[in-house]
């Protein structure tokens, strides 16, 4: 169990804490994939619709160049 979000028994991830997802977007805005997250299948969709969450409602930008 190498995902960050298991270890720590987390269930649901915030969209409003953009700290935490933008370790998971390159630096051209894309969403990183799995192999190079660590993260495991379940938490890898959250992550993936929290940051489009996030994206929608003008928390994080769509292309950070």
């Known amino acids: 169990m190498n995902c960050p979000f298991c ?6 991830i ?3 804490d953009t700290g935490t997802l933008k370790r998971y977007i390159t ?3 894309k969403i ?3 192999k190079r ?3 495991c299948r379940y938490h890898q969709r ?3 619709k929290a940051i489009k969450q996030a994206r ?3 928390l994080l930008s769509a292309t950070e160049k």
């Open 27 to 29: 630096g051209l805005g």
């Open 7 to 12: 270890k720590q028994n987390a269930r649901e």
């Open 46 to 48: 959250k992550v993936a």
């Open 32 to 34: 990183r994939a799995r």
């Open 14 to 16: 915030n969209f409003k």
């Open 56 to 58: 929608h409602l003008g």
């Open 37 to 39: 997250t660590g993260l």
